[in-house]
T-cell receptor
């Protein structure tokens, strides 16, 4: 596999469910990101893991919990979500070295919360 | 504060026409980074270009070209001889940091321009 992969591609869950989104990058990068893309809203950066250390983002509700076990994998654990959390969740990675390096995105997980 | 404005919500052109997507940004920093991404119907954002604030050279890559004008805080994207495969949502983005490594580092995306290329 190449690039950035995300599973599942589609997910439907109830508000009381617990689920996890998975992201894997095969590019040798050392920074990974979660983004939320809602209809009619700009792309929002949710979390950053740089060199496997999490950069705090206090604006994201605690019902979203990221996990980065190593530089190639990133998870987003979901619990007690709300219908307004329905969106496309995109994972990205980049190489944290030198001047700014562009982010490479996965295909996203389309999440629907009922 | 950072801000990226893509005033064109949706554009439709006929195939082979040229089309320019506008991007206007706001930043207080003298060093910053601008990006364009393409999001086809499959959903994945595809990186197109990065421009550093200290490099004002315009760039051409095949049918794509970018016009960076610091004086007007604009970073416009032109597709020449458009093709149906160019149909997508295009995002302009701005970052003031070389790396997103602290809580104050941000990358701000515009709302995107949906481009329809009609056959």
């Amino acid at each position: 596999e190449t690039g950035v992969t995300q599973t599942p591609r589609h997910l439907v869950m109830g508000m009381t469910n617990k689920k996890s989104l998975k992201c894997e990058q095969h590019l040798g990068h050392n920074a990974m990101y979660w983004y939320k893309q809602s209809a009619k809203k700009p792309l929002e950066l949710m979390f950053v893991y740089s060199l496997e250390e999490r950069v705090e983002n206090n604006s994201v509700p605690s019902r979203f919990s990221p996990e980065c076990p190593n530089s190639s994998h990133l998870f987003l654990h979901l619990h007690t979500l709300q219908p307004e959390d329905s969106a496309l969740y995109l994972c990205a990675s980049s190489r944290r070295q030198g001047t700014y390096n562009e982010q490479f995105f996965g295909p996203g997980t389309r999440l629907t919360v009922l | 504060a950072q801000k990226v404005t893509q005033a064109q919500t949706e554009i439709s052109v006929v195939e082979k026409e040229d089309v320019t997507l506008d991007c206007v940004y706001e930043t207080r920093d003298t060093t910053y980074y601008l990006f364009w991404y393409k999001q086809p119907p499959s959903g994945e954002l595809v990186f197109l270009i990065r421009r550093n604030s200290f490099d004002e050279q315009n760039e051409i890559s095949g049918r794509y070209s970018w016009n960076f004008q610091k004086s007007t805080s604009s970073f416009n994207f032109t597709i020449t001889a458009s093709q149906v495969v160019d149909s997508a949502v295009y995002f302009c983005a701005l970052s003031e940091s070389p790396h997103l490594s602290s809580r104050d580092d941000k990358i701000i995306f515009g709302k995107g321009t949906r481009l329809h290329i009609l056959p």
